[in-house]
């Protein structure tokens, strides 16, 4: 299995606070991204980073930064929280990209955030 | 922008019976790799198969393949001999083979029961 770890894994937090998701991998891959789950929706892309701080935006990026200081970690934050950002997050890893490669992401375990 | 639909919410399979799960996409690329993947009750997303959209042959892995129709912009997966642990939450994925990135692409995600 990849070395993912997602922390927290689980949170509940109140409306207006700050909020920071961490993802930290030992596969030294040169791609990660955070994804969010929510029912109907499937997995949708907030962030995705291609290297050190190098950084873009997904689909649902509103709300959220990101930043990757170290190959190892990439850290999801939420400057004030809303109750619409109650979900599941994924962290997800890619070793390279492009045609000669398929670029299967590992998933970490999933972080699940409850705003109330 | 791709998008991939999942248009069956829930699914329901007997026991060692067979059952497909459809997947439709669009895009305007030629070249791109599909994918699906599983994602039972523990969260944890479990790559189920892939298929790189220049191989005419449906891949295949065990008691699951898939109809890749490209014309038809078609992805659908085939389980065989549906097991109890075959239950699952499973997505259909998109991936451009051009650099964007390696993001995947998720579809809606089928629930599959299976009835013992």
């Known amino acids: 299995d990849a070395g993912i770890t997602q922390s927290p894994r689980h949170k509940v937090t109140e409306t207006g606070t700050p909020v920071t998701l961490r993802c930290h991998q030992t596969?030294?891959?040169?791609?990660m991204y955070w994804y969010r789950q929510d029912p109907g929706h499937g997995l949708r892309l907030i962030h995705y980073s291609y290297g050190v701080k190098d950084t873009d935006k997904g689909e649902v990026s509103d709300g959220y930064s990101v930043s990757r200081s170290k190959t190892e970690d990439f850290l999801l934050t939420l400057e004030s929280a809303t109750s619409s950002q109650t979900s599941v997050y994924f962290c997800?890893?890619?070793?390279?990209?492009?045609?000669?490669?398929?670029?299967?992401?590992?998933f970490g375990e999933g972080s699940r955030l409850t705003v109330l | 922008a791709q998008t991939v639909t999942q248009s069956q919410p829930e699914m329901s399979v007997q026991e060692a019976e067979t059952v497909t799960l459809s997947c439709t996409y669009d895009t305007s690329e030629s070249d791109y790799y599909l994918f699906w993947y599983k994602q039972p009750p523990s969260r944890q997303m479990i790559l189920v198969i892939r298929q790189e959209a220049y191989k005419q042959q449906n891949a295949t892995e065990n008691r699951f393949s898939v109809n890749f129709q490209k014309a038809a912009k078609s992805f659908s997966l085939k389980i065989s001999d549906s097991q109890l642990g075959d239950a699952a939450m499973y997505f259909c994925a998109y991936r451009s083979a051009y650099n964007q990135g390696g993001k995947l692409i998720f579809g809606q995600g089928t629930e599959l029961s299976v009835k013992p």
């Open positions: 997800a890893i890619s070793e390279s990209v492009g045609i000669a490669n398929t670029g299967e992401l590992f």
């Open positions: 596969e030294n891959h040169r791609y």
